[in-house]
């Protein structure tokens, strides 16, 4: 089975139990958490994946990481998981509960990247064009950095992407250019 469909399952499977039990934000927190400690930490990320290491020995870490700062519904998640032997999906379920908990609370995720960290003003701004873009009154955006842009900024909405970089202004104009010179010589 898919790394997604494992993911998406369990996932689904902890959201409703969360909200079953009513502590549907602390799980979240909890899984958001986790999430980004994979993300910051590679070698806690390649100890999930790794085939040498027993499941004894992960379940253990885990719960030394969460023990007293997660819900006991989340360390029962774990431990559930650990008996299976999905220990390296950990990451990617913590995602998905994330981005399905996004849905059911109707909250519209955007990344936007600029060749600068975002002030309190612009963030403001690409809030409310995403608002009214999607519709939803509750948005989650997610800042990159990236200096290869020169200047402008690329905002993605679900599906979505507006390019207003100036990166993508010059190959626009790199291929006018192109097809100009093409069309005068035939």
Same mark, same amino acid.
């Given at each position: 089975m898919s790394e997604f469909r494992v993911a998406s399952r369990y996932?689904?499977?902890?959201?409703?139990?969360?909200?079953?039990?009513?502590? $549907?934000? /602390?799980? !979240?927190q909890d899984m958001v958490g986790l999430s980004q400690l994979a993300v910051s930490n590679s070698? @806690?990320?390649?100890?999930? +994946?790794? &085939?040498?290491?027993?499941?004894?020995? *992960?379940?253990?870490?885990?719960?030394?990481i969460l023990s007293g700062a997660a819900s006991e519904l989340t360390l029962t998640f774990v431990r559930l998981v650990s008996q299976k032997g999905r220990? &390296? @999906?950990? =990451?990617?379920?913590?995602?998905?509960? !994330? #981005? /399905?908990?996004?849905? /059911?609370q109707g909250i519209q995720t955007a990344? %936007?990247?600029?060749?600068? =960290?975002l002030d309190a003003a612009l963030r403001k701004q690409f809030e409310q064009i995403v608002k009214e873009v999607s519709?939803?009154?509750?948005?989650? $955006?997610?800042? *990159? %950095?990236?200096?290869?842009?020169?200047?402008?900024?690329v905002l993605k909405i679900g599906d979505r992407q507006y390019d207003e970089s100036i990166n993508s202004k010059l #190959? +626009? $104009?790199? $291929?006018? @250019?192109? /097809?100009?010179?093409?069309?005068?010589?035939?």
């Open positions: 996932a689904k499977s902890l959201l409703e139990l969360a909200v079953e039990k009513g502590i $549907l934000d /602390q799980v !979240h070698e @806690f990320a390649a100890m999930l +994946k790794s &085939p040498v290491i027993g499941s004894e020995k *992960k379940l253990a870490v885990l719960e030394k220990e &390296p @999906f950990i =990451p990617a379920m913590a995602e998905e509960f !994330h #981005r /399905q908990y996004n849905i /059911q990344e %936007v990247i600029t060749t600068f =960290p519709g939803k009154t509750n948005v989650e $955006l997610l800042e *990159k %950095v990236d200096s290869k842009l020169i200047g402008g900024f #190959r +626009k $104009l790199k $291929l006018d @250019f192109t /097809q100009n010179l093409y069309e005068k010589k035939y």
